[in-house]
Antibody, heavy 119, light 108 residues
């Protein structure tokens, strides 16, 4: 069955960096758009970024543009999120998610990994 | 950016009752791109409804979606114990994808 397993979360100081990973299995990874979606404590879900199957297309939310970079390695069935210049407001659970295209719903979600930005 | 507002924030109902959840968009949107998800504590969210009214694979028919324009509804006809959860709507027709803040359906 489809599995998306995030890792790499943790505690980081403001201004620091962190790299999240998502290991995918149970489907043809390269055929799917992959996304990162986050949920801050007590807040709703917020889309962060997505990437096409071939990596030819990416997009990021304005709140993270210039600081976060999404990438993928289809040979390793893995998705990444490089997060730089982290701020307190980036504190959230980060979910990895898959969809057929950018105009189709999210088929599957991971369980999430917690990122805490605090001094 | 399309802002989605869900109401109520919390719905307190008993098993067997009908649940009606609302999702209102800040402007008229295509119903082709409106989805509903369910999330239970400790679990990944699950797709329930896409295209405003199409059930995802394996979703029981007690879940139904409706609406058009700026007003959308998720209805659970008869609540089962496993349906008590948080429900989110999403618009995926344009970037950025946006989500409602969620409606918690709790046991009364």
């Amino acid at each position: 069955q489809v599995q998306l397993v995030e890792s790499g979360g943790g505690l980081v100081k403001p201004g620091g960096s962190l790299r999240l990973s998502c290991a995918a299995s149970g489907f043809t990874f390269s055929d799917y758009y992959m996304s990162w979606i986050r949920q801050a404590p007590g807040k709703g879900l917020e889309w962060v970024s997505y990437i096409s199957g071939s990596s030819s297309y990416t997009d990021h939310a304005d709140s993270v543009k210039g600081r976060f970079t999404i990438s993928r390695d289809n040979a390793k069935n893995s998705l990444y999120l490089q997060m730089n210049s982290l701020r307190a407001e980036d504190t959230a659970v980060y979910y990895c998610a898959s969809s057929s295209t950018v105009v189709t719903p999210i088929d599957y979600w991971g369980q999430g990994t917690l990122v805490t930005v605090s001094s | 950016e399309i802002v989605l507002t869900q109401s109520p924030g919390t719905l307190s109902l008993s098993p067997g009752e009908r649940a009606t959840l609302s999702c209102r968009a800040s402007q008229s949107v295509s119903s082709s791109y409106l989805a509903w998800y369910q999330r239970k504590p400790g679990q990944a969210p699950r797709l329930l409804i896409y295209g405003a009214s199409s059930r995802a694979t394996g979703i029981p028919d007690r879940f139904s979606g409706s609406g058009s324009g700026a007003d959308f509804t998720l209805t659970i006809s008869r609540l089962e114990p496993e349906d008590f959860a948080v429900y989110y709507c999403q618009y995926y027709g344009a970037s950025p994808w946006t989500f409602g803040q969620g409606t918690k359906v709790e046991i009364k």
